[in-house]
């Protein structure tokens, strides 16, 4: 039995390179072989004429191969690759379908000629992990479609079906969808012999297409649009510096600039993401998930509302219950607005809106959650409410129905304790809004079983969510390590440091946005009353005293017009010195004595916050790995995707200069807030 990746063929006059490689026809280094070993074969037979590139499985070449990365890279090289192709004597097509990215689509870039199915997505997504094309997609791209469709391409790192090329050169031939992209492409490969034309256009010799008026200009959008992040500007750089140089210069000079990116801590922090999502969801529970198609959802309110949505948009069938048809009313609506607004933005066709919408029951009546799969509720945060829901529904539903909360800080052991299936019972913790956010904290209570909770991180990927499972305690992961970067924020204001420094500092360094603008979109009053339902640590007398004083003074945030900032009649937030006199009062009756603070010490405090909350969790077991709280960092609070997460942080900084830091920290301030941890956990 043959084993080998790459298989070679004739037909006729045509001559097969036949990759597979399952699941995605990655660049390994025996695929990249056998490319090389198929160009020289055909090359030197004389009956072949043309060359066809083509895969097996459910895709084209699909990009690099995950289990290198990391690795020495072995010969030969993919630019090597490339340029063997393009150089070949006897024209090369490549044959597409599935989707073609990175090394795959700049394999494709190097052929002489690109036919494709319409289904087909192309794209180079490596500033997504920190780099740019390596192996000639910023030499070829913009030689073909142009300098500003190919920077486009390359900074977004966006996928981008072949339809959307029609008349650029890009694609010679695209087929129907439902075609035989075989026969389409061999009958293409004899055309091109039956046409007796033996001249072959090879890209790198073409000159690049440069259609950009305003470098300058083009460059400072670029740079304002990558927030910090170092890939796209460099590829624009290169791009831009590349347009008088030959196809092998260019490639000298993306070379030399990709090897700078993969050792940067940009690029580690961005591949170690890229493995860290995908194993959050791995567990190793061996239960098999339960069906689910139809959903119970209690609460249509926010919350309720954009869960809803988020179901509705997945397929499922989803009811909606209310307390009362005023409500009802209002969840309903608010879903319908949250369908307008994908419509109008061109996400959904009218046919999708409608027939999601469909799915939607509203109701009244408990009675109707009888035969759901599965059951969330999304009330506001009252454990008294939430036990006499789950006690209705545990008369109610099916005895397979999966009993989930979505509370953010309750403790599920007691809403589970009201049911006589409190193995049905777990917490499944989506973030606001949650039609948009992507994050699921699928929560693990004491009797929860595997099958509940298997059943849970299906449904998240059935809804694109990127779930990670953690266990009970305050705040769960999330929540529990933002209340103490929080509780460093208040601090640090009544120390001296001023509202607008701290979001600035925050957001300067790559937060999405700052603590304090959070607290006033969010609702400065949510964050109280969920604090409230714990008796406050008598050690810190500090403890959330600023939140305190805005609740007290009505500045709720963004609602009432005036939180931590003011509001103008757009919505905008300013600067309020009242806010920070008022701060600095309250600071002087705790004995508080102000300072002045740098940008670089409010940035180390919270992520040493962070990190220190972090490992306790490690400690207590609540989560599984320490790159499961970089997932949920990243995705549920806008930590910056280009630093990896806080516990990514912690081994950039190491062990023991950590150990030093929160020895610091720990004079400063009681032991019980910067209590002994295990740094080796990182």
């Known amino acids: 039995m043959n084993t080998d990746p790459v298989a070679f063929d004739v037909v006729n006059t045509i001559g097969i390179i036949n990759i597979n490689f399952p699941p995605v026809n990655a660049l390994s280094q025996s695929v990249r072989l056998g490319l090389v070993e198929g160009i020289e074969k055909f090359e030197s037979d004389s009956s072949v004429k043309v060359i066809v590139i083509r895969c097996e499985s459910r ?25 063997r ?7 090369v097509i490549a044959s597409l379908f599935g989707t073609s990215l990175g090394g795959g689509f700049e394999v494709v870039l190097a052929c002489h000629y690109r036919v494709a199915l319409a ?26 479609i142009g300098t500003k469709r190919a920077l486009d391409m390359i900074t977004s790192g966006k996928h981008y079906p072949v339809t959307d090329f029609e008349g650029s050169g890009l694609f010679d031939a695209v087929f129907d969808s439902d075609e035989n992209l075989d026969g389409a492409t061999l009958a293409f490969a004899n055309q091109l012999v039956e046409s007796g034309n033996e001249k072959f256009a090879r890209v790198g010799e073409q000159r690049v297409n440069d259609d950009i008026n305003d470098w300058q200009q083009t460059m400072a959008k670029i740079t304002k649009k990558a927030r910090g992040k170092d890939a796209p500007v460099v590829a624009a750089n290169v791009i831009m510096n590349s347009r008088t140089l030959s196809v092998h210069e260019g490639m000298a000079l993306e070379r030399k600039e990709f090897i700078k990116l993969r050792d940067s801590e940009q690029s580690a922090a961005l591949r170690f993401v890229f493995g860290a999502e995908r194993m959050a969801a791995k567990t190793e529970y061996t239960a098999k998930p339960l069906p689910v198609n139809k959903v119970g959802i209690i609460g249509g309110g926010t919350m309720g509302a954009g869960i809803a949505t988020a179901f509705l948009s997945s397929g499922f069938q989803v009811t909606l219950l209310e307390q009362n048809q005023q409500a009802l009313d209002s969840g309903k609506k608010q879903i319908e607005n949250h369908f307008a607004a994908n419509l109008s933005r061109g996400r959904m066709s009218q046919n999708q809106v409608d027939g999601y919408l469909s799915n939607l029951m509203p109701s009244i009546d408990y009675q109707q959650l009888a035969e759901v799969d599965l059951v969330i509720e999304a009330v506001f945060e009252n454990m008294a409410v939430k036990k006499e829901i789950f006690t209705k529904l545990n008369t109610i539903c099916k005895k397979e129905c ?27 913790h989506f973030f606001s809004p949650a039609n948009i956010m992507k994050l699921l904290e699928v929560v693990q209570a004491k009797k929860s079983s595997q099958q509940a909770l298997v059943t849970a991180m299906a449904v998240a990927k059935k809804l694109k969510k990127v779930s990670v499972l953690v266990g009970v305690c305050f705040g769960f992961a999330g929540n529990r390590m933002y209340t103490r970067y929080g509780r460093e924020v208040q601090q640090m204001l009544l120390e001296g440091a001023k509202v607008s420094q701290i979001d600035k500092a925050l957001t300067g360094w790559g937060m999405a946005m700052g603590p304090l603008a959070v607290a006033d979109m969010s609702g400065i009053d949510i964050g109280y009353h969920a604090r409230s339902s714990q008796p406050f640590p008598d050690f810190d007398k500090g403890y959330f005293k600023p939140s305190e004083l805005m609740f007290e003074k009505g500045r709720y945030g963004r609602k009432t017009g005036s939180g931590y900032y003011q509001y103008d009649e757009h919505g905008h937030p300013v600067a309020d010195p009242a806010v920070d006199s008022l701060i600095q009062k309250k600071a002087e009756e705790l004995g508080i004595v102000s300072r002045e603070f740098s940008d670089e010490e409010i940035v180390n405090r919270t992520l040493y916050a962070l990190i220190s909350e972090g490992l306790q969790l490690l400690t207590d077991g609540i989560v599984q790995r320490s790159s499961d709280i970089d997932v949920i960092w990243l995705h549920g609070y806008g930590f910056p995707r280009y630093k990896g997460g806080p516990m990514f942080q912690a081994k950039q900084i190491g062990s023991d200069n950590l150990l030093v830091e929160f020895d610091k920290l720990r004079e400063i301030e009681d032991e019980y807030i910067w209590p002994e941890v295990d740094t080796g956990l990182i």
């Open 402 to 428: 999966v009993l989930a909360t979505n509370t953010s800080y309750l403790d599920i052991d007691e809403i589970a304790s009201v049911t006589d299936r409190a193995e049905q019972v777990i917490g499944m």
């Open 119 to 144: 289904s087909t997505k192309v794209g180079l997504p490596e500033v997504n992990l920190g780099l740019i094309p390596g192996a000639g997609g910023t030499q070829r791209l913009p030689r073909i």
């Open 59 to 83: 895709t084209f070449i699909a990009g690099a191969d995950i289990k290198e990365f990391g690795k020495a890279p072995l010969e030969p090289h993919l630019p090597d690759v490339v340029n």
């Open 85 to 91: 192709i393009e150089s070949s004597k006897k024209p």
